[in-house]
C-alpha cells in the first residue's frame, strides 16, 4: 500500500544555477529531481536539513526519492513524509517490499505539487530482490504526464538483473501513449548494457552523458561514476536546463552520499 499526505504551505524557492542549459521550444517546463537521500546513515539529524534546503532550492514540480526509511525501532517517521511536510504543497507516494504497517520499511518515494491523478507501485523481477517501481501520472498544463521512480540493482556484474528490472518495469507501464520519465538511482554509468532501453533512441538523458564526472559523493569514499538519472521521453520532451545539488558541504557535511541531479524539461 501507498502512503499518501497532501500539504498545503507555500514552496518558496530560488533555483540553483544550471550546470547547462538549452533555450525552451514552447509548451509547458517541468522541474524535476533525483536524490538518493542514503536512508538514515551517517549523521542524519545533521543531513535532514540540508537535504531539504538543497532540494528546496531545486524548486521542483516532482521529486523521486530512493533509500527512503521509516523505522519505529528508532523513533524515525517515514523520511519522504518528513521531507514533504518540510517543503510544503507536495503530496507524497511511498512504495516498499515491506508490509505495509510493519515497524520498518524501506523504498522509494515520489512527491509531487501537481495533481496526481493515478498512482501504483511494482514489485521488480527477480523477486528475490527488493527492487520496486513506483509510477504517479500528474496533470501538466491539461495533459497527463507519467512518472516513475526507481531503484535497481547494484552490483558490477549485475547489468543482466538491471536490464530484467527494466524490461519488467516496461512491461508493466501502461501502453496508452502518455508522456514517460523514468528517474533514480540506476546503479549503473549509462553506458552499462543494462541500461539499453532507456539510453537508446525513445529516451534522452535529462543531463546529458559525461556532463559531471560523479554523482556518487568521493567524500564519502565512493568512486567516480554517474548512476543517478533522468531518462526523458524523446517524442514528447525538449531538453532544458540540469544541475547537480546537494554537492557542496555546509560545516563539512553533506545531504547524502550521492549528489542529487534536477532538470527542467519541456513538453512539446
Known sequence: ???RRTLLTGLAATPLAACASMAPTGGRPLKLVTFNIWHNMGDWA????LLIEAIRRADADIIGLQ?????????????????????????MHFCSTDAAGAPRRYGNAILSRLPVVAHDWKKLEPLDDYRTAIRARVALGGREIDVV???LAWQADAAPVRARQIA?????????????IAMGDFNAVQEDAGLN?????????????NSVPTTLNPAKNHPNRVIDHIFVEAAHFAPGSWSL????????????????????????
Open 245 to 268: 545539488i546537494g554537492d557542496t558541504p555546509t560545516n563539512g557535511e553533506y545531504p547524502s552520499d550521492h549528489f542529487g541531479v534536477a532538470a527542467t524539461v519541456t513538453l512539446r
Open 168 to 180: 519488467d518495469l516496461m512491461q508493466w507501464l501502461p501502453r496508452d501513449g502518455t508522456p514517460l
Open 67 to 91: 533509500e527512503v526509511l521509516e523505522d519505529a525501532a528508532v523513533n524515525l517517521p517515514n523520511q519522504a513524509s518528513t521531507i514533504a511536510d518540510a517543503l510544503g504543497d507536495y503530496e
Open 1 to 3: 500500500m501507498l502512503d
Open 149 to 151: 521512480n526507481t531503484h
Open 46 to 49: 545533521a543531513r535532514q536539513p
Open 197 to 209: 532501453v532507456l539510453t537508446g533512441e525513445r529516451f534522452f538523458s535529462a543531463m546529458p552523458r
